[in-house]
């Protein structure tokens, strides 16, 4: 079954300190990968995406994630975390047709 | 350029009530999809319309049934709610299959069935 798994449901961060977000997709779903932001009782909003070439795509928010073949991971990371970056986090691979199919989620809240 | 709008923004409804959502886009996307949100399951697709005219099963179709009215417009209906069905709706475009399958959402409506 296509499947995309966040690890972390939840993800704690002082402000100023770096964060990774880890998820992993299925190799039977296609390598299209999205990373969707939440902010509160907001609708998600892209972040950044990977559809081919170089396997690190950047965000103009300073996160960036890597696309991982080898190990059917699309991790998100940043450097230095702002209190503005308290969100949820999904991380999406593209279905079969049209469709995508998005990870459970994880919740980052950083503290001053 | 509004994007993805959706009405009402919340609602509550007791078992066994209907109700319609609504979704609009002006971006002249193809294709519209209903999600629903849980905590810790993400987002699960209930049904989507890859072109106008043309509707689909996802995830989870049951108990709910969908209509795309013309290109910009695409709603969902609850014929007899159930406590279930208490989540956060969210509508999505997207440009499929002219570009590269990413969705734009809407605000969301957040539902609670009594």
């Known amino acids: 079954a296509q499947s995309v798994t966040q690890l972390d449901s939840q993800v704690p961060v002082f402000e100023e300190a770096p964060v990774e977000l880890r998820c992993n997709y299925s190799?039977?779903?296609?390598?299209?990968l999205f990373w969707y932001v939440q902010y509160p009782n907001q609708g998600l909003q892209l972040l950044l995406k990977?559809?081919?070439?170089?396997?690190l795509v950047e965000s103009i928010n300073g996160f960036e994630a890597e696309f991982n073949k080898s190990q059917t991971s699309f991790h998100l990371r940043k450097p230095s975390v702002h209190i503005s970056d308290t969100a949820e986090y999904f991380c999406?691979?593209?279905?079969?047709?049209?469709?995508?199919?998005f990870g459970g989620g994880t919740r980052v809240l950083v503290k001053p | 350029n509004a994007g993805v709008t959706q009405t009402p923004k919340f609602q509550v409804l007791k078992t066994g009530q209907s109700m319609t959502l609504q979704c609009a886009q002006d971006?002249?996307?193809?294709?519209m999809y209903w999600y629903r949100q849980d905590p810790g399951m993400g987002l699960r697709l209930i049904y989507y319309?890859?072109?106008?005219?043309?509707?689909d099963k996802g995830e989870v179709p049951n108990g709910y049934n969908v209509s795309r009215l013309n290109k910009r417009e695409f709603s969902l209906r609850l014929e007899s709610a159930a406590p279930s069905q208490t989540s956060v709706y969210f509508c999505?475009?997207?440009?499929?299959?002219?570009?590269?399958?990413?969705?734009?959402f809407g605000p969301g409506t957040r539902l609670t069935v009594t």
């Open positions: 999505a475009s997207s440009e499929w299959p002219d570009r590269y399958y990413e969705q734009y």
């Open positions: 190799s039977s779903v296609s390598v299209y």
């Open positions: 990977y559809l081919s070439g170089s396997t």
């Open positions: 999406a691979a593209k279905a079969a047709g049209n469709k995508l199919t």
């Open positions: 971006m002249n996307h193809n294709s």
């Open positions: 319309s890859a072109s106008e005219g043309t509707t």
